[in-house]
């Protein structure tokens, strides 16, 4: 009885962690999209949503597709055997978070601020928001230039910032067990926590790349 190689199996629990962390994007985006639809009581939470729905609908496929698609291109085995569908995949990849990432910098300017966020979240919400976009556009560039190496670090960089909001679900817990400490500053710092942690774990990703394959950039 043939049995799957440790390997083969282990390296699909990456993208498998990295699905189920996009889950809570994804639903949550789901039912925004129903409560709009339905139309829900409008409520001081919500009624920024119905006034301009186009941005957070954009915003919500977007960024649905970004998340549950790019998980597929962190198994080795899809990009070496399925170079095909890695490269459709990538196709899809970088229109969706050139959607996802500027309509969510449109929402963070335009929209009204809910309660406890502030300023610090806001200039976070555009940082991030224009660190993922530039690093799509560096992804597309590097793929342009037939440069791989780049062209897979700029993208792991944006998808780690647009699966901050999966990330920030667990840096939310502390504010959720004591809710006394809940403020701007406390909901700014779980936010932002989401974003870097992300960042870092990508960052250490692409120097242990750049340590098997040291002839060849990839800032």
Known sequence: MSKIPPKKSLEWMIPTALLVLSLVPTVAGAVRVIQLGTGVEITPDNARFFDAPVPVLLHIAGATV??????FQ???????????LHRAAGRLLIPSGLVAAPSGLWMAHFYPWPELDGEILYGLRLLFGTAMTLSL????LAIYQRNF???GAWMMRAYAIGLGAGTQVFTHIPLALF???????????????????????????????LQAKPKRAIA
Request: hydrophobic share 50%; aromatic share 10%.
């Open 149 to 151: 190496v780049r062209h």
């Open 66 to 71: 970004y998340s549950l698609l790019g998980a």
């Open 179 to 209: 809710p006394e400490a809940l403020n701007e500053g406390t909901r700014a710092l779980a936010m932002g926590a989401g974003w870097v942690i992300n960042l870092v774990v990508a960052e250490w990703v692409i120097r242990r790349r």
């Open 137 to 140: 556009v560096m992804g597309a």
């Open 74 to 84: 962190f198994a080795p085995s899809f990009r070496r055997f399925r170079p095909g």
